[in-house]
């Protein structure tokens, strides 16, 4: 395929990328505006985040299996549409349908998204030659980190720009864009081959799989461990979470089942994906960290609350360069390299923020402590553990293969928080801080052992 023609398919593709993950944190910020405009309070009102997250990782394998069916251009373009619908059913919830048609809206947005970037980069990655197949991964990989990062402070600008009252903007400010990306893919996107002799989807366990993830997640959002023992006993943590167990066997039946699984069992079987698996939620628990950054510059130079989020920039600009020229690497020397070096640089950024810059603050010891984590962080997130799964899976299942590691990932981006807040509760002040950066430098940890085991099947062919 000409040069040009893969520089439009990765533009188009990329564009989708941005449009969905500037919307995971985009209403974060405005959360507090809605609630007041809507009367409702904070407990209620976070649902309009939670049910966003629960739904779009309940989705994503689900989604990721039809556009390995139905073919990966015909669903991304639909996702792109689903996610327009969502984004103007949130707007028009002020005038009408209130508080939940909003719930609505953000489920239908996170339909939509479910299935624009486990797509998007399954597409990116078997349509690039392999030469230069880490290289395009790890551009989307920059986009959706940057995109995630940016997205509060896309909605925080949109609503100071546009006025409390007209929040709504910020979900119509994405239906051109959202348009101009479904022109594009259908002029510019080439058509994915569909087999028309496929087995029929696995209904039965699409729909004990979805059943199941939101379950489990709704449990582990419920999860307080600095009183575990109190929130287990919680009916909104145990009962779920004792439900989700109980779909297990049943999911497991259904599976074995299904001519076309949505969910390959033997994946459980095969230790390199395992690994991809088990480093991918490391990489989720690593990720979501960056949520604590501004109270960490708060805490450690007294600054004042809400001043802190400027912090997150020296991390955002290292990954943003780091993560192109890992995936160019992953393209000479495959991603283990790659991948254990950008954790243990992160281990680095990690612990000197714990020993050096906690008992030396100050701006620069701050930022430089940042910028290596960031810079660890972009060569570890992404395209490595992307190209991992692609190159153990077989094309005709790799959207359904990323979409399940992006699944993965998600889950730990849900459970890593609760055990960091625990970590920063277990002593006071800057003592609870260090213990949650040496909290995160252990997952790193983990996550770098694991990778010493993993077998690259590109190194058979040498």
Known sequence: MRQDRLGLILAVYLTGLLIGGLYVGMVSPARTVVQADFGIDGATGIWMINIYTLFYAALIPVIGKIADRRGRKNVFTICMGVFCAGSILCGVSQQVGGFGLLLVGRVVQAAGAGGIIPVANAEIGTTFPKEKRGMALGIAAVVVGVSNVFGAVAGSAIVDAFGMANWPVMFYLCVPFCLAVIAAAHFLLPASATASDRPPMDMAGSVLFVLFVLLMLLGVKGLDFTALAASLADAGTWVPLVL??????????????????????????????????????????FVISLVLVPELAEQMLGLPVGTGGYYVLAIGLTSFVATPVAGKVIDKVGPKPVILLGFSISIIGLLFLALVAMAAPSPITLAAGLAIVGLGMGMAMGAPTNYMILENTGPEESTSAIATITLIRQIGTTLAPAI?????????????????????????????????????????RR
């Open 244 to 285: 989700a167990l109980a779909m297990l066997p049943l999911f497991r039946l259904a599976e074995r089942r299904a001519v076309d699984p949505v969910f390959h069992l033997e994946y459980l079987h095969n230790r390199p994906i395992v690994i991809t698996m088990a480093v991918s939620f490391f990489i989720g628990c």
């Open 420 to 460: 960091f807040i625990a970590l920063i509760a277990t002593a006071p002040g800057s003592d609870g801080y260090r213990n949650m950066l040496l909290g995160v430098a252990a997952f790193n940890c983990c996550a770098l052992v694991l990778m010493l085991f993993y077998h690259s099947p590109r190194a058979d």
